[in-house]
């Protein structure tokens, strides 16, 4: 037996055993159908186009409706606004605290809406404020033909932007939104793989299977064959979500990829290994540490933690990818994973800095594997409550 | 290789320091081929250390184990079988699964696993219950797959700790025919138990462990004929004061009319008997060498 067939058999029994478990099944699928579901509700709604039924009060309301159903005429699927006028303010009031309404316009200078709304606003309310604003526009500079060129100066950039590195545009927010569903799949299958090696590991502990083992198998061995079978599980699930989405976002068109952006998927994959090879390397150590499956979330806390800080952090990278905070996590192993793929979407990261973080994540996973090993080999064999993570690396006996 | 009889496995000056704890303090005994040793101590002495430390499960301080005269590594333990006190499958595995991984562990091929497992659960009982879930077996059956489990790869070495505690009377008697059948096929046979008459019964050799130390080791028989002393049972029908005068007495139990005592090997047992029936009418009388208890007891006294 060497140490390879070992851990093939290891790798093996997890992936047949969890594979097949209800547990795994259930959790496919319903990752696949939440990506689905983003992806394919949003295409059908908008394939609808959207109507808004607007309250009219008073006079100086239709020119600015009228400019807000030009500004979508262009668009494939335009944007309809249903009229309803009122009399009265009152019953204006009651029609939009009744929800007949979406909004009442007054006079042509005052929005009544229902809400405050979140961040900016409702769209129709964007909509209604762009339209009374060009109206605005074309009356201050009425008979003269410039006002559509101000029009246009105002909705638009005055300057081309020509990045050294990256891409602007519209694809710009296409790879934003991959790099953004990409982080949070990363997050969860990160997490929730991890949470299976956790809870994986203390079971072994805890229901005394691991003392049969340890007669022929080496602690690393079994660690590295849980983390390989888990792993491949994990990554299976992973993959499988991505290309359905992926798919998903072309049949729908809900915004069309210029290509598939096969580095980006690439540079996700791989970073979700080595993601998932670190998480899952220190949440097997955490399990080893207590014999019970209540206390395993307690003693991964550490961990758990990290990951939090980590998916938080690429949120800063998602603003700007270029960051010095961006840069400096992207050196930061436990964070990094969460904040490169980010910028590779991007295009913000230079291909030498992308192979350092790299460099310096693989260094880190092999220091963590044998602290983790240790640490497994010395906590595997204590019975009876936890014992400390220096216990266990002090105590290491095979 | 060894023959049959000669020690194969040689455990020597094995010592263990758990912080405080001197868990093994210079153990050192022999297994032999094709026969049983029953390892006996009370509870700490040291037995659960002692069989860790043949699989490497215990960085030991001091002392070696070897295997055929060569000091055991990995490849040795392939051929090892263990089942440990504290009893452990995997809960929500198929018991066949479940052997045929832990065969394959030990370099079986699947389809030699598969076939070692069959042969084995129908052996041990429980063929009906191959494809269950082993949480959902008995713990008598549970425990009938964990031997099973050890057995798998036809193991060269047998090493069980505890196996006959907790299970039922037909239980403890499969075990023991299984564990006969193993030693006389030529398997060398270790295990503790706490029930000595079972220990009796089944070994040949035992080896007694007190604070980490052996302080009895042999062949039962050898060790119980070289005793210091004899066991006597009486019943008497009146009388039995003669036996307070009885010199050379080490332990005396009376239950009603039954005597059980425990005396020098030196006494003489004629004249004992003569004094006996002269004052007290003998319904029943046994010399016999001293029981494993006996033996057990005075090497432990403490």
Redesign the interface.
């Known amino acids: 037996m060497t140490s390879l067939q070992t851990m093939r058999l290891v790798a093996g029994r997890e992936f047949r055993e969890r594979g097949r478990s209800r547990a795994y099944l259930v959790s496919s699928a319903v990752t696949l159908l939440i990506i689905l579901a983003m992806i394919v509700v949003p295409a059908v709604l908008r394939s609808q186009g959207r109507t808004f039924t607007v309250g009219i009060l008073g006079s100086g309301n239709e020119p600015i409706l009228a400019a807000a159903e030009a500004l979508t005429a262009a668009d494939e699927f335009p944007t309809t606004l249903r009229r309803v006028a009122f009399e009265a303010r009152d019953e204006a009031v009651a029609a939009l605290e009744a929800g007949e309404v979406d909004a009442v316009l007054v006079d042509g200078r005052e929005l009544v809406v229902a809400t405050a709304g979140g961040f900016g606003g409702s769209d129709l309310e964007r909509l209604l404020q762009q339209a009374a604003g060009t109206r605005r526009i074309q009356d201050l500079l009425a008979g003269d033909e410039a006002a559509a060129d101000v029009v246009e100066i105002l909705t638009s950039d005055a300057l081309e932007v020509v990045p050294l590195r990256g891409e602007r545009g519209r694809e710009v927010g296409q790879r934003g939104v991959i790099a953004y569903g990409g982080l949070v799949l990363m997050y969860i299958a990160i997490l929730s793989y991890g949470t299976w090696m956790l809870t994986g590991v203390t079971e072994e502990k805890s229901n005394r299977v691991v003392e049969v083992l340890l007669a022929t198998t080496k602690p690393w061995q079994l660690l590295a064959g849980k983390m390989i079978g888990i792993g491949l599980l994990g990554i299976l699930q992973f993959v499988g979500t991505v290309v359905a989405a992926v798919v998903a976002l072309r049949v729908t068109e809900l915004f069309d990829l210029p290509a598939i952006p096969v580095d980006l998927l690439v540079a996700m994959v791989a970073w979700f290994l080595l993601g998932y090879a670190v998480y899952s390397a220190a949440y097997g150590a955490a399990g080893s540490l207590v014999s019970r499956a209540e206390d395993a979330q307690t003693a991964a806390f550490p961990m758990t933690l990290v990951a939090i800080a980590g998916f938080f952090a690429s949120f800063r990278a998602l603003d700007d990818p270029s960051s010095t905070t961006a840069v400096v996590l992207s050196f930061v192993p436990p964070v990094a994973p969460f904040v490169v793929p980010v910028r590779v979407a991007f295009g913000a990261i230079p291909a030498w800095e992308h192979a350092l973080a790299a460099g310096v994540t693989v260094v880190f996973l092999a220091l963590l594997v044998r602290l983790a090993g240790r640490v497994y080999s010395g906590a595997l064999l204590h019975q009876g409550g936890r014992i400390s993570f220096r216990d266990a690396f002090r105590s290491a006996e095979v | 290789m060894s023959e049959r009889g000669d020690p194969v496995l040689v455990l020597d000056g094995l010592e263990k320091t758990y912080g405080e704890v001197r868990a093994l303090d210079g153990c050192a005994f022999a297994v032999e081929r094709g026969r049983m040793l029953g390892f006996l101590g009370p509870n700490g002495a040291g037995k659960t250390t002692t069989m860790?430390a043949i699989?490497?499960?215990?960085?030991l301080d001091a002392g070696s184990v070897t295997w055929d005269g060569r000091p055991v590594t990995?490849a040795e333990?392939?051929r090892?079988g263990?089942?440990?006190e504290?009893?452990?499958?995997?809960?929500?595995?198929k018991a066949r699964?479940q052997l045929v991984?832990?065969g394959?562990?030990?370099?079986l091929t699947r389809s030699d696993a598969r076939r070692a497992a069959d042969r084995w659960l129908e052996t041990l009982g429980v063929g009906e219950r191959a494809e269950d879930p082993v949480e959902e077996l008995s713990h008598g059956n549970q425990q009938r797959v964990q031997l099973a489990?050890?057995l798998v790869h036809d193991p060269e070495l047998l090493v069980l700790d505890e196996p006959f505690s907790g299970l039922d009377p037909l239980g403890v008697e499969t075990m023991a025919e299984v564990l006969r059948a193993q030693a006389d096929a030529g398997t060398a046979v270790v295990f503790s138990s706490h029930q000595l008459d079972l220990v009796e019964d089944l070994c040949e050799d035992v080896a007694i462990i007190d604070r980490g130390r052996i302080v009895l080791a042999g062949n039962v028989r050898e060790l119980k004929d070289a005793s210091r002393y004899r066991r006597l049972e009486l019943e008497l029908e009146d009388g039995g004061e003669f036996l307070r005068r009885l010199t050379g007495v080490v332990a005396h139990e009376v239950d009603g009319d039954r005597h059980r005592l425990l005396v020098d090997k030196d006494t003489d047992v004629r004249e004992l008997l003569a004094a006996a029936s002269s004052t007290a009418r003998i319904r029943e009388f046994a010399y016999t060498t001293p029981s494993l208890n006996d033996l057990f007891r005075e090497a432990v006294t403490r």
Request: no cysteine.
């Open positions: 860790r699989f490497g499960l215990v960085r990995d333990r392939l090892f263990y089942m440990p504290a009893r452990g499958l995997y809960p929500k595995m699964d991984y832990l394959m562990l030990h370099g489990a050890s």
